[in-house]
């Protein structure tokens, strides 16, 4: 990725496709000249005031022709996003348009930007750091607004803060045992037990940022939902009335449902993957026995169950087979048809299944839907602590978990009674992995790998 600061990058930053509005956006030294060889201002007598939008014109500078009437941002390197002169020109949402915008631009003086360009200059010019460009890249990737919340505050500095406290205390930490080393003959500044505490303090907070990878996890990738019963009690009508759409194949014969689907829902914001699957009981057919056994698989794997019941009809052994099989799992009991006369012996069931939360639903009518999505969320989602940062990155929780086992190296040597110079070479050692954290130590492969995952314009 060529990183000379010296060349005017631009794209356009809005999606691809048409829309209300497109955006072009410039940044570099010669952003405010480009952009205003390319667009006149309608009242350039006016000045050109910081961070405000002034009308005018997208016009071919050679040709002299007019081609569009927008608007012209202008932001001074003191408040732009990448530390540079940005210039975002606001246009009609018309590829051909905005793309004639930038091969105007281009001609102008400016350089197509690579993905994630800009970001990479925000980080270069030093406004952001590693971390919160990872999350600047969460946020807009983000498929559910508790992902998106976590890495707004991420991008605002929340986890870069955590790691820097921890930075200080490690520093802090370090200093007192060298001062101690150098002056042998005066009253040490620090003891033995007092870095134990210090390091033991340090381990479990990053034990608890390791941990939270896997609450980071389900966040980006969302809850696997399943849905299982006996074959014909609705399983695939209640996914396309979950889904609000016709996905699966429904019909009055038992096992039509083979093979299992897997769709996208967004349930108060949180992401869920519903999985349909084939009715469990006796296959009538060998693709539909495949599906049974694929689909045991997937429900013990699941981050909670819809366990349908057909309430119209009695209740039979194998839905009690099917209740203790996933006995351990989270599960809600999802009692369907209950537009019909009831038949199934409620109590009966809950009794075998005590702690398990329950409805009484109509895939048919959509009764009680609602409440059921209400109680999938309550039951099924990860119980995050507000307060607490949560990793989103693999290559995060490698460093993180690299920094705590140097710790844990240095804690160890203490407690084999070594010197104290050899406690503090094993915690110097872990100054590096923070480096690597934060972007303080500059890798360009790191580099390549997080901003080619950007897109251009961003
Ligand atoms: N009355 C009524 N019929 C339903 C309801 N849900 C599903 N059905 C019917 O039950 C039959 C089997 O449904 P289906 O979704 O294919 O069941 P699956 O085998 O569990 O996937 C179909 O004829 C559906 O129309 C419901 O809530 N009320
Ligand atoms: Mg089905």
């Not at 990872?134 to 870069?160: H, T, V």
């Not at 033991?200 to 896997?214: A, H, T």
């Amino acid at each position: 990725m060529n990183q000379t600061l010296e060349e005017t990058i631009i794209a356009v930053s809005t999606p691809a496709g048409h829309g209300g509005i497109g955006i072009v956006r410039l940044s570099g030294p010669e952003a405010l000249t480009i952009a205003r060889k390319i667009f006149s201002l309608k009242e350039p007598e006016q000045g050109l005031p910081t961070q405000k939008m002034c009308f005018g014109y997208l016009m071919d500078d050679v040709s002299q022709e007019t081609l569009d009437a927008g608007y012209l941002c202008y932001f001074p390197p003191s408040h732009s996003y990448t530390r540079e002169e940005v210039v975002e020109i606001h246009l009609h949402g018309s590829p051909v348009l905005l793309n004639e915008a930038v091969r105007l631009g281009i001609r102008a003086g400016a350089r197509l930007a690579h993905p994630g360009e800009f970001t990479l200059r925000a980080y270069l010019n030093g406004r952001i750091d590693i971390i919160q460009a990872e999350a600047i890249n969460d946020l807009i990737r983000a498929c559910s607004l508790d992902q998106a919340r976590i890495s707004f505050k991420q991008m605002e500095g929340s986890l870069s803060r955590k790691i820097a406290v921890v930075r200080e205390k490690i520093v802090e930490l370090l200093t007192l045992v060298e001062t101690s080393l150098e002056f042998p003959d005066e009253e040490p500044e620090i003891n033995s037990a007092q870095i134990r505490d210090v390091l033991r303090e340090l381990i479990g907070d990053l034990d608890n940022l390791v941990k939270s990878y896997e609450q980071g996890r389900a966040l980006l990738e969302g809850l696997t939902v399943a849905i299982l019963g006996k074959t014909n009690v609705g399983k695939s009508t209640l996914f396309n009335a979950l889904l609000e759409e016709e996905r699966a194949i429904v019909t009055p014969y038992p096992g039509t449902t083979r093979d299992f689907i897997r769709e996208n829902i967004l349930v108060d914001g949180v992401l869920m993957k519903l999985v349909d699957m084939a009715g469990f009981g006796q296959a009538s057919h060998p693709a539909e026995k495949e599906g049974i056994a694929r689909g045991q698989q997937l429900a013990e794997k699941a981050d909670g169950l819809l366990v349908v019941l057909d309430a119209s009809r009695e209740e039979s052994s194998e839905d009690f087979l099917l209740l203790k099989r996933f006995g351990h799992k989270k599960k809600l009991l999802v009692f369907n048809k209950s537009d019909l006369k009831p038949v199934i012996n409620r109590q009966k069931i809950l009794d075998s299944s005590p702690g398990a939360g329950w409805v009484e639903v109509s895939a048919l009518t959509g009764k009680n839907l609602g409440r059921l999505k209400k109680m999938m969320l309550e039951t099924f989602s990860p119980q995050l602590e507000k307060q607490e940062e949560v990793i989103l990155h693999q290559r995060q929780k490698v460093l993180v978990e690299s920094l705590k086992n140097n710790l844990e190296n240095g804690l160890r040597i203490l407690d084999e009674g070594a010197g104290e110079e050899l406690v503090a070479e094993a915690i110097r050692e872990a100054l590096p992995a923070i480096g690597q954290l934060t972007g303080e130590i500059r890798s360009q492969e790191i580099l390549n790998q997080i901003f080619s995952r950007f897109c251009i314009g961003k």
